[in-house]
């Protein structure tokens, strides 16, 4: 058995809770008068798609194309956690509006308003969670005491070690970063937290960070897939989770998400999502973010300077995560996918991936076996990218204090100014993808991965990325010392990186050599069938599955580190 | 749109140089404009005489002093200073300016930023982080946004003689176009859009570089064919140097590529080109430097853009042969007879490979 990485009982003890009770937390708020917010999210919507699409008839051919889009996905891409009545909804909403294209306006008489307001409606109660104190505390005790359970069996190798406390999730979860930031911003603004994502656990993970954060409940888009599993569906229902489902890509839908998301932060509900929009399929650190819901974050601070035209408004802070794992479950599968897309033809994808039940696996295996995650937290934007300081005043690049109204007004007056928002959000994208890249907390598994993989391409520099890895793992050998080498020029321009400001890296990369080499071997991937790099009788470095060698080499990517090997 | 209580509020232009003050005079036609100048001679000179630089100076235009003031009164604000001073000058102003501004800057060339003890002439290679278009050095410098640059066939002189022309705003922002275009706009001066703001400035900037070497064929006696050559060449060369740089090929078909290229290559009233004229003519960098009022970007900009290619490995060949002219005493013959021996002769194929 591989040697874990010895984990050091972690020293924070915890926070106490920013807001005292339940029912001061906005998204306690939120659910209790659901029924109000539900309405406002649709009106607003209607509103909005109005104005997107002004005429009847291009708002009939929307309604119509809608339809046709749901019933398409009825047909090829059904769900367990869909509602039984959706075909029967789809194919009367497709029957009114063939009746009603043969009517003219007077005789329609706005039938097409009433459509548009049933169509949005029904999204806004489906994408709206709700959030249930008495569920919520169960299900956060359930998290804590069966991962404590499950963690302390695994580690300390005695039956009666499920019943210690010896280690807690603390210990296996390393938070480091602002946190005091955060705490503080939290207190005193609106919270839109958006972190890297790499693996179906991320969810309940940074849910449990959020927590022991002492932080109140985020209100979160989860991707509606998750709740297909039922025991998952029950955790982020009462979690806070609000759904997002990505196989609607229609106009009503996509106004009615927004909206949501929008009128929530407005609200000053603190929000979560995975702005990369889905899992990372490469292991790349995310480069490009989905900008939709992203954008609402925007669009609400500049409402609420509207609406606030003297007094200063709440303050939407976004807040950068990134998620570090030695091993990411999905892996395998995430980089075949991956491959396949990029490489089309010139890649053979080898054999067919399970099915979603890996999930439920993927969690055992997770809590119960070694291997340590870090998620560092980054210092609090505003929603254009600023820094901002404990008092949550934005900064400029010289620490100069900064009003970001300003940001929104022309001649004076706030104004709204659509190109101009997504431009906005197109420069906090980039702003949080920098981020990203700077709070990364490099591990050991990573920088071996990384040089690995660089060192083995070398050696190959007339095939292409697809041609080398079909390359059979037989043949790819680094001798030791070279290996030893390189390892040792990369691990000292992350330091050198890192002074300068542009990245982290873990405690354990740190000390002689050859041990940080052998931590770095022994953890990552480490749970994989085939392990992406091993030491062979030699004592050179192997591999088993260069794909996925080739995933966790991906995280590396972006630094220029390739230059050096 | 076009009338709001603020729309009387006047425009800033910082520098009174050709281009500037021939700018605030286009401008002044619509607005009241402040002209920033650092010079107290020439403030009083457009005061006194209501004259810069052989232009006649609109009595829209107020000179001033005073940036603070300048900033302060203006919501859109034109700074066109030579490139060496740009960031000097965003250093200056970037106290005073507010996230609601507006700059629209018309300098064509880049900022370098050298590692301690370099010089542009010791430095070995240039890296994208090291070399800045305006606007970049605009939103590195400062809190403003909203940034866009002026650029294409805008020779000042026929400018100011009222004769048609046309420029390319560009930015990120529709609102900055629109801004733009609403103030820039006359009957004799058009205005295109384009959403490739860093693409436009490097196309302005990567044209001098041609123009120098228009000046030289044309400084050799040489005609029409060989400057037919010259353009359409020089063209691609600045597709293949823009793209590197981050500019969008279409751009440099455009009013700002194109356009401007055919324009400064064909006119011998251009500073770069009366750089490549005197050249063949056999005169040294150093004299004809000294004797002119205005910056020649293009001379920096060659050093700038072979130091650049040397560094992402690509070879701009009549750059690169214009360099050994500047700065390593080749002569202005040697190097054409050295292009035209030159091996490589497929024509274009770089549409296709975008």
Redesign the interface.
């Known amino acids: 058995m591989a040697e874990i990485l010895v984990e050091k009982k972690n020293k924070n003890i915890g926070y106490e809770p920013i807001l005292e009770g339940i029912p001061d937390w906005p998204v306690y708020q939120l659910s209790k008068n659901r029924k109000e917010f539900l309405e406002e999210v649709t009106q607003k919507s209607i509103d909005q798609i109005r104005l997107l699409r002004p005429s009847r008839k291009q708002l009939i051919d929307e309604l119509e194309a809608t339809a046709f889009r749901e019933q398409n996905r009825l047909k090829r891409n059904r769900w367990r956690v869909d509602p039984k009545d959706e075909p029967r909804f789809w194919s009367r909403i497709k029957n009114e509006l063939v009746e009603l294209s043969s009517k003219t306006a007077e005789n329609g008489a706005k039938k097409e308003e009433d459509l548009l307001h049933e169509i949005v409606q029904r999204y806004a109660n489906e994408i709206a969670g709700s959030f249930k104190p008495s569920s919520y505390k169960f299900a956060r005790e359930v998290i804590k005491f069966w991962f404590g359970r499950l963690l302390n069996g695994a580690r300390v190798k005695k039956f009666g070690a499920y019943f210690r406390n010896q280690y807690t999730l603390r210990d296996k979860i390393h938070i480091v970063g602002k946190v005091k930031m955060l705490r503080a911003l939290a207190k005193q603004g609106t919270v839109v937290m958006v972190p890297t994502h790499f693996s179906n656990l991320d969810s309940i993970l940074i849910g449990w960070v959020i927590h022991s954060l002492g932080l109140p409940a985020f209100l979160y888009g989860a991707g509606l897939n998750l709740f297909n599993i039922k025991i998952f569906a029950y955790f982020m229902n009462s979690l806070g989770a609000y759904k997002v489902d990505r196989r609607k890509k229609n106009l009503p839908y996509l106004e009615t998400l927004r909206m949501y998301s929008n009128l929530a932060i407005q609200k000053g509900a603190h929000s979560l999502f995975f702005p990369g929009g889905t899992r990372s399929r490469s292991g790349l650190i995310e480069k490009q973010l989905k900008l939709g819901l992203l954008s609402t974050a925007v669009e609400a601070q500049r409402n609420l300077y509207r609406e606030n035209a003297t007094g200063e408004p709440r303050k939407i802070f976004v807040i950068p995560v990134t998620l570090n794992y030695h091993f990411v479950l999905e892996a395998p599968e995430l980089i075949e996918d991956y491959l396949q897309v990029k490489g089309q033809d010139r890649y053979f994808a080898e054999q067919d991936s399970y099915g979603s039940f890996q999930l439920i696996k993927f969690m055992f295996k997770f809590f119960t076996k070694g291997s340590s995650i870090s998620v560092s937290i980054g210092p609090g934007l505003d929603v254009?990218g600023n820094y901002v300081d404990d008092n949550g005043n934005s900064l400029?690049?010289n620490g100069?204090r900064?009003?970001?109204r300003?940001?929104f007004?022309?001649?004076?007056q706030v104004t709204i100014?659509k190109?101009?928002e997504n431009?906005?959000t197109r420069?906090l994208s980039a702003k949080v993808v920098s981020e990203y890249h700077r709070i990364n907390r490099v591990f050991a598994s990573h920088l071996v991965a990384f040089v690995a993989f660089e060192m083995l391409q070398r050696k190959f520099p007339k095939l292409d990325l697809f041609g080398f890895l079909r390359l059979p793992e037989e043949d790819l050998e680094i001798p030791y010392e070279e290996f030893k080498t390189t390892f040792k020029k990369i691990r000292k321009e992350i330091y050198h990186l890192k002074e300068k400001g542009k990245v982290y890296h873990a405690t354990h990369l740190k000390g002689q050599t050859d041990i940080v080499i052998r931590r770095g071997l022994d953890n990552v991937g480490i749970f994989h069938l085939k392990r992406p790099l091993l030491k062979n009788k030699k004592g050179n470095i192997v591999t088993q599955d260069l794909n996925v060698l080739y995933y966790y080499h991906n995280r590396l990517v972006g630094y220029d580190l390739e230059k050096l090997i | 749109m076009t009338l709001r209580s603020s729309s009387d509020k006047p425009v800033g232009v910082i520098g009174a140089g050709n281009f500037g003050s021939v700018i605030a005079n286009i401008l002044a036609r619509n607005r009241k404009v402040l002209l920033y100048a650092r010079d107290e001679a020439v403030i009083k000179r457009i005061l006194d005489k209501r004259e810069n630089r052989g232009h006649k100076m609109s009595k829209n235009v107020l000179p001033t002093g005073d940036m603070e003031y300048l900033a302060n009164q203006c919501d859109v604000i034109f700074p066109i200073v030579p490139s060496a001073h740009f960031r000097d000058m965003m250093r200056k102003l970037s106290p005073y300016l507010h996230p609601y501004h507006i700059l629209i800057h018309g300098t064509k060339g880049f900022d370098i930023k050298l590692p301690k003890g370099e010089t542009i002439e010791t430095v070995k290679t240039l890296n994208r982080q090291q070399v800045k278009t305006m606007s970049e050095v605009i939103r590195e410098e400062s809190v403003v946004v909203r940034v866009g640059c002026l650029a294409g066939p805008n020779l000042a002189k026929e400018l100011s003689q009222r004769q048609p022309g046309a420029t390319v705003v560009a930015s990120h922002f529709q609102e900055v176009i629109q801004t733009g275009k609403r103030l820039l706009r006359n009957d004799r001066f058009q205005v295109y859009e384009n959403h490739d703001l860093v693409g436009v400035e490097i196309a302005g900037v990567l044209k001098n570089i041609i123009a120098i070497a228009s000046g030289a064929l044309s400084g050799l006696g040489y005609g029409e064919n060989a400057k037919g050559l010259l353009i359409s060449r020089g063209a691609v060369e600045m597709v293949y140097l823009g793209r590197v740089l981050g500019g969008d090929t279409r751009t440099f078909l455009g009013v700002a590529g194109i356009g401007d290229l055919v324009t400064t290559c064909n006119s011998p009233m251009s500073r770069n080109f009366t750089v490549g004229y005197r050249l063949a003519k056999g005169e040294k960098l150093k004299n004809i430097l000294k004797d002119m009022e205005e910056v020649a970007e293009g001379v920096n900009t060659i050093r700038i853009a072979k130091k650049f290619s040397d560094y992402y490995k690509v070879r701009p060949l009549i750059t690169d042969t214009l360099y050994k002219v500047l700065f390593e005493g080749m002569t202005v013959q040697d190097a054409l007879d050295y292009l035209m021996r030159y091996p490589l002769n497929v024509d274009i194929n770089l549409l296709s490979t975008t």
């Open positions: 254009m400029d690049a100069q900064l009003n970001p300003e940001y007004m022309t001649n004076g100014d190109q101009r431009e906005y420069m």
